[in-house]
């Protein structure tokens, strides 16, 4: 929705033309050798979705909800990653080892093996409290999983350098 106020056009909400999981602002770019922290939530879908949210502008309810959560999951998630806190145990669990100076405790992530349910399940208060309120279930740990392994299986050797000595 695009509003007037008499000197400018202001853009209060994405325009719908453009679909919140959209591709389209990065498939002309070639993707990175290598991915971090920081380049890994133009990549990572579930990260592009949360960015898109976090600038969300409209008065959609449910799309505040997320937009509330959205900045703050995607930097936890980049502070795991940036202390090596994810750690994958088996095909099917990951664990979010603590902070120091932030938390004590590990969590664990499991990867949902049933396609029905949740992708990931934590077991930590607030992924737990969602569950229990009824609402879609997600944490920054979660997040971080998707990340790691996004970064695990998309990282790949960069081309030889070619020495013009
Ligand atoms: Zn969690």
């Known amino acids: 929705m695009i509003k007037t106020d008499g000197r400018k056009i202001i853009r209060t ?18 993707p990175p050798y290598s991915y971090n922290s920081h380049n890994i939530v133009h990549w990572e879908p579930e990260s592009k ?7 969300y502008m409209g008065g959609d ?7 509330k959560h959205a900045k703050s999951w995607l930097a936890k998630a980049g502070t795991f990653l940036d202390n090596k806190c994810i750690e994958k145990k088996t095909r099917w669990k990951y664990i979010c080892k603590p902070l120091d100076g932030y938390n004590k405790t590990t969590y664990s992530i499991f990867i949902n093996q049933d396609p029905t349910g ?8 607030g992924f737990q409290t ?6 879609e279930p997600f944490c920054s740990h979660c997040l971080a999983v998707k990340q ?3 970064i695990n299986q998309h990282s790949r050797a960069p081309p030889e350098r070619i020495s013009r000595k």
């Open 13 to 30: 909400e994405p325009t719908n033309t453009q679909p919140m999981h959209s591709d389209s602002y990065t498939t002309k770019v070639e």
């Open 49 to 55: 979705k949360l960015l898109v949210f976090s600038q």
């Open 61 to 67: 309810p449910v799309k505040l909800e997320i937009k």
């Open 118 to 125: 949740p992708e990931m399940e934590c077991n930590c208060q």
């Open 130 to 135: 969602k569950i229990q309120k009824g609402e």
């Open 148 to 150: 790691f392994i996004h």
